[in-house]
């Protein structure tokens, strides 16, 4: 019967593919009541494909092709530490400080926090994301950047009082990893993939070793898909050990189902069969999957991080830290509610989300289930999590469900992904509506010259350059041509370099969801009629108008701070 309830949702995803734009996606489902692949298999899954993994090709994919997985890797990477501390090379509460060459002022309360601060969100840290984010996918700073950032952002909150999601906490982490097991994180990884009989999963290698592999692609926004290049390529990627695993369908149902069984044993409760059996190398799952900190999501049930998966307890949305952007003539909308009209129970829930790639992972413990989405675009909404949503309430509806109810339910989904397709189609161009309507001047207050050079950040690991191109100014982040935005003046020394549309962005490989005060750049300290730095608030984290970059010559001698600015 559930097979059936399965297959019957392939117009309905097919339905959700084509609003989003999604080129290709692949899905798979977990669950004891199915058949077994075959009669050596002991995994009991459904899986099915849509689209193309290669758009030019027409090459479709399978549950064994390849995707970017994104912030999935995270509960990989707080798996793999689970066994350090396991083997009691390490404590969830050590100190970082004690761990790599992480250092903060005696008295910054968030000198002294854990490793289970940072695989928690909890740190009161923010990612920085702008510092590896760029323009073509490309990796713009190397990993031994960034205990260095992380040693110098300046907190968002107070350590453990709030939910600070941080990319680069996990990166460091990784880095962690590698220390105490004293080999690279991708051959520990290996191990736990290989006890698993995982073929297809692997982090900063080649991609030669794989033929069935998707390419990423930008959804522009008439629905087509333009193809760029892979995200976090190669073995020095700064965000690998929190975004950086590939894998797929097929591969991710089984490291679930080890998840679960390690989990579900130690918990006292009905061991899930498989999952590598006696040799499942996964550890400390009741406190991977214990709740750390709330997330500030409007629901009266549970909404909380554990380490590396959010616990969720359905019925609820699927959503990570609260509703979706929509038009604003809309009425206020959050996600159709998941499970409506099941018993409650336990959801372990993750998204990825990168330029090419998107993911989507729920487990249910209790009920030895789990879900994968995977898919090689961004797309125009949140495709992998509304494919999901239908899957789920699939797994779980009540058997009493009529279909006309099921109708209805699928209907709210389809609404949902219509309207916020249809924001995510005009987000870019409300922004720019939005800072043009806040021009107070039509030309730059001071000669162009003035606002040329190259301005720093307070760790000398990050510029940006401001040069003359005709009659106009032009901002290059890091120096390069793919990096390179027109600038437009918008107040007295200020200008914004959103100067390009939704298609513009997308091709470049840039999110398009940015709010307008990411695209401002306000020049200050000026000395002899000439800024000395300007101000970018690309931390929406962090309180106050943004980062400071200091121009060559006006450069702090001591880069031990990224600083931020607060005008009156």
């Known amino acids: 019967m559930l097979l059936a309830r399965l297959e019957a949702l392939g117009p309905i995803i097919s339905t959700l593919i084509s609003i989003s734009g999604t080129p290709g996606l692949s899905l798979g489902v977990l669950h004891p009541s199915l058949p077994p692949l075959n009669s050596s298999q002991e995994a009991h899954v459904y899986t099915a494909n849509f689209g193309y993994r290669d758009v030019s090709a027409r090459q479709p994919p399978t549950e064994n092709t390849t995707y970017v997985i994104g912030s999935l890797t995270k509960g990989i990477t707080a798996a793999l530490l689970g066994q350090l501390v396991d083997a009691d090379a390490v404590s969830w509460s050590t100190q970082l400080h004690t761990l790599v060459p992480y250092t903060r002022d005696a008295d910054d309360p968030a000198a002294n926090i854990t490793l289970e601060d940072l695989l928690s969100h909890r740190s009161g840290l923010p990612g920085y994301n702008a510092y ?85 692609y930008a959804t522009l926004r008439n629905g087509s898909a333009v193809e760029i290049p892979l995200p976090l390529r190669g073995s020095d990627s700064l965000i690998g050990a929190a975004a950086g695993i590939r894998s797929c369908v097929s591969d991710l149902l089984e490291l679930y189902r080890g998840f679960m069984a390690a989990g579900n044993s130690a918990l006292g409760l009905q061991t899930t069969r498989g999952g590598g059996g006696n040799n499942n190398p996964l550890r400390q799952l009741p406190t991977l999957w214990k709740p750390h900190i709330a997330l500030p999501f409007p629901s009266l049930r549970e909404y909380t991080y554990a380490l590396g998966w959010v616990r969720a307890e359905l019925p609820t949305q699927l959503s990570f830290t609260g509703p979706d952007t929509v038009p604003p003539e809309s009425p206020y909308l959050l996600p159709p509610i998941v499970g409506f009209g099941a018993p409650s129970r336990l959801a372990l829930v993750h998204s990825g989300n990168l330029p090419g790639s998107v993911a989507y992972a729920a487990l249910f413990p209790e009920s030895s289930a789990a879900v994968v989405v995977l898919a090689n675009s961004v797309a125009l909404t949140d495709t992998a999590r509304l494919v999901a949503g239908v899957l789920i309430d699939a797994l779980f509806a009540p058997s009493d469900s009529s279909q006309q109810r099921r109708e209805e339910r699928w209907n709210e989904h389809i609404s949902y992904a219509r309207v916020t397709a249809e924001a995510g189609k005009h987000w870019v161009e409300r922004m720019a509506r939005e800072l043009h309507g806040g021009k107070t001047v039509r030309r730059p207050v001071r000669p162009l010259h003035a606002y040329t050079g190259r301005y720093w950040n307070g760790l000398g690991n990050f510029y940006i350059d401001v040069r003359v191109v005709g009659n106009a100014l032009q901002v290059l982040f890091l120096g390069t041509e793919d990096n390179a935005f027109a600038l437009e003046p918008w107040r007295k020394d200020s200008f914004f370099w959103l100067t390009t549309d939704h298609d513009g962005l997308a091709a470049k490989a840039r999110y398009t969801t940015w709010s307008a005060e990411y695209y401002v750049l306000s020049f200050g300290c000026a000395r002899k009629g000439a800024p000395g730095c300007l101000v970018w608030k690309h931390e929406a984290a962090v309180a106050g108008d943004g980062e400071v970059f200091w121009k060559d010559e006006q450069m702090p001698r001591q880069r031990k701070q990224l600083q931020t600015v607060v005008r009156s």
């Not at 952002?153 to 982490?173: C, I």
């Not at 880095?175 to 520990?188: D, F, M, S, T």
């Open 132 to 216: 590896w984010l760029q323009s073509g996918n490309t990796p713009v700073l190397p990993r031994r950047e960034a205990v260095r950032i992380l040693s110098a952002v300046p907190a968002a909150a107070p350590v453990r009082t709030a939910f600070v999601y941080n990319n680069l906490a996990y990166e460091v982490a990784g880095q962690v990893l590698e220390r105490l097991a004293g080999a690279p994180y991708a051959k520990v990884l290996a191990r736990v993939t290989d006890a698993l009989g995982m073929r297809n999963t692997w982090l900063g290698e080649d991609l030669g070793r794989h033929v069935d592999t998707a390419k990423a």
